[in-house]
């Protein structure tokens, strides 16, 4: 498990049906790639990987009240 970079998240991002800009897969990168470097020790071991189409997702979502 890596640190994703811009490159790697826009592709993961358009197949998830939720494209971004250059600007916007480098913040995801930014934003979760404290969590990939803090998961590396265990990579592998855990069922579940990290997502980063996910990121954008829940941010554009609107909650009802």
Do not use: C, H, W
């Amino acid at each position: 498990m890596t640190r994703p970079t811009p490159k790697d998240i826009k592709p993961i991002a358009l197949v998830a049906g939720v494209p971004v800009d250059d600007e916007i897969a480098t913040r995801i990168s930014n934003a979760i790639g404290p969590a990939f470097e803090g998961f590396a020790a265990i990579a592998g071991s855990l069922p579940f990987d990290l997502e980063p189409a996910g990121y954008v997702l829940a941010q554009t979502q609107k909650v009802s009240k």
